[in-house]
């Protein structure tokens, strides 16, 4: 379990982070979201160790990260924004000596190399130098070095980023994988179609501060599906007659039916038999995205 309690981090004058709280529980998957320079990385980097807290503390499994880093870090995988293999060694050999310090023997950490590469798609690239990797490849590599002792805990800063869309699909069905075996996974990510694929829970942060939690049912629940649609002329009678349709509101020079129980083409149907001219009609599947600006523009943002 990942406990992030009351953190806050400043660079000079720059508050990067303040007062940042959030759980994440064994066996559940939680997005980070939020826009460019909002401190995710931040928090992140300080939930595993590598930038201490001007004030707060991370609890890894009941240890603190600040005080008992050893035994916290030991509980908690890690893959960085943009790992950095600059180094000539071969894939496989890097493993084994990374590998090394987690007590493994060379002989054990070859075939946990051989394998686990494998798995990351890597088998044709064991003995290519981790310098020449491409950005997903290294990507790729961070992963399975993150699960040589296979922690209980995961935090992955935008890991989707440098995955080609087969890389992604294997890290849904590792997160799915992880879930069951009751780890905790705490993953920043912008493509947000996927972190609503992957996650349980969505937190979201805006200017260093957390702005809110919800789980990702009851944000697909809030954002429902509707058809906008623009008429040459709205009146009363025309809003009592898509009533039967769903929730009707005016928005403008649009109507817009929330949650619809019939398709666009069966509105278009209806309207143009009543002798209404119909200029637009769209069916907008609402997504965590418009969620996000939603609460960003709740707030005045
Ligand atoms: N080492 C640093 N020195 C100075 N300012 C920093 C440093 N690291 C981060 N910041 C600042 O802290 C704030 C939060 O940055 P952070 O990298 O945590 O955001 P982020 O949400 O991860 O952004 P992105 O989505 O762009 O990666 C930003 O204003 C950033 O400029």
Same mark, same amino acid.
């Given at each position: 379990?990942?406990?992030?309690?009351?953190?806050?981090?400043?660079?000079?004058?720059?508050?990067?982070?303040?007062?940042?709280?959030?759980?994440?529980?064994?066996?559940?998957?939680?997005?980070?979201?939020?826009?460019n320079g909002a401190g995710k990385?931040?928090?992140?980097?300080?939930?595993?160790?590598?930038?201490?807290?001007?004030?707060?503390? *991370?609890?890894?499994?009941?240890?603190?990260?600040?005080?008992?880093?050893? %035994?916290?870090? /030991?509980? !908690?995988?890690? @893959?960085?924004?943009?790992?950095?293999?600059?180094?000539?060694?071969?894939?496989?050999?890097?493993?084994?000596?990374?590998?090394?310090?987690?007590?493994?023997?060379?002989?054990?950490?070859?075939?946990?190399?051989?394998?686990?590469?494998?798995?990351?798609?890597?088998?044709?690239?064991l003995n290519m130098k981790l310098?020449?990797?491409?950005?997903?490849?290294?990507?790729?590599?961070?992963?399975?070095?993150?699960?040589?002792?296979?922690?209980?805990?995961?935090?992955?800063?935008?890991?989707?980023?440098?995955?080609?869309?087969?890389?992604?699909?294997?890290?849904?069905?590792?997160?799915?994988?992880?879930?069951?075996?009751?780890?905790?996974?705490?993953?920043?990510?912008?493509?947000?179609?996927?972190?609503?694929?992957?996650?349980?829970? *969505?937190?979201f942060i805006h200017k260093g501060?957390?702005?809110?939690?919800? %789980?990702?049912? /009851?944000? !697909?629940?809030? @954002?429902?599906?509707?058809?906008?649609?623009?008429?040459?002329?709205?009146?009363?009678?025309?809003?009592?007659?898509?009533?039967?349709?769903?929730?009707?509101?005016?928005?403008?020079?649009?109507?817009?039916?929330?949650?619809?129980?019939?398709?666009?083409?069966?509105?278009?149907?209806?309207?143009?038999?009543?002798?209404?001219?119909?200029?637009?009609?769209?069916?907008?599947?609402?997504?965590?995205?418009?969620?996000?600006?939603?609460?960003?523009?709740?707030?005045?943002?």
């Amino acid at each position: 379990m990942i406990e992030i309690n009351n953190i806050s981090k400043y660079f000079g004058n720059v508050k990067a982070i303040e007062n940042v709280s959030f759980n994440v529980s064994n066996g559940e998957i939680v997005g980070y979201v939020g826009l460019n320079g909002a401190g995710k990385t931040t928090t992140i980097r300080v939930a595993v160790g590598v930038l201490p807290p001007d004030s707060g503390d *991370v609890s890894i499994d009941g240890f603190s990260i600040t005080r008992d880093k050893r %035994k916290a870090s /030991e509980k !908690i995988g890690w @893959v960085p924004e943009l790992p950095i293999f600059e180094t000539d060694f071969k894939a496989l050999d890097y493993f084994v000596y990374l590998a090394g310090y987690y007590g493994l023997s060379s002989s054990e950490a070859k075939k946990m190399g051989k394998e686990m590469l494998e798995r990351f798609g890597l088998e044709n690239a064991l003995n290519m130098k981790l310098s020449a990797f491409s950005q997903g490849m290294k990507k790729r590599f961070a992963l399975a070095v993150s699960m040589i002792n296979d922690p209980p805990n995961f935090i992955f800063d935008e890991v989707l980023n440098g995955l080609d869309p087969q890389g992604i699909a294997f890290f849904r069905d590792m997160a799915v994988d992880f879930k069951k075996r009751k780890k905790a996974i705490l993953f920043s990510s912008h493509i947000l179609g996927e972190v609503q694929n992957i996650a349980d829970r *969505v937190v979201f942060i805006h200017k260093g501060k957390v702005i809110g939690s919800y %789980k990702v049912d /009851e944000i !697909i629940n809030t @954002v429902k599906p509707s058809i906008v649609i623009k008429l040459d002329k709205i009146d009363d009678n025309t809003v009592n007659l898509l009533e039967k349709y769903g929730k009707v509101s005016k928005q403008g020079e649009y109507v817009v039916i929330s949650s619809p129980s019939v398709s666009s083409g069966e509105v278009v149907k209806v309207l143009v038999e009543k002798g209404l001219n119909v200029l637009e009609i769209k069916y907008e599947e609402r997504s965590l995205e418009d969620f996000f600006f939603s609460l960003l523009k709740s707030r005045g943002e």
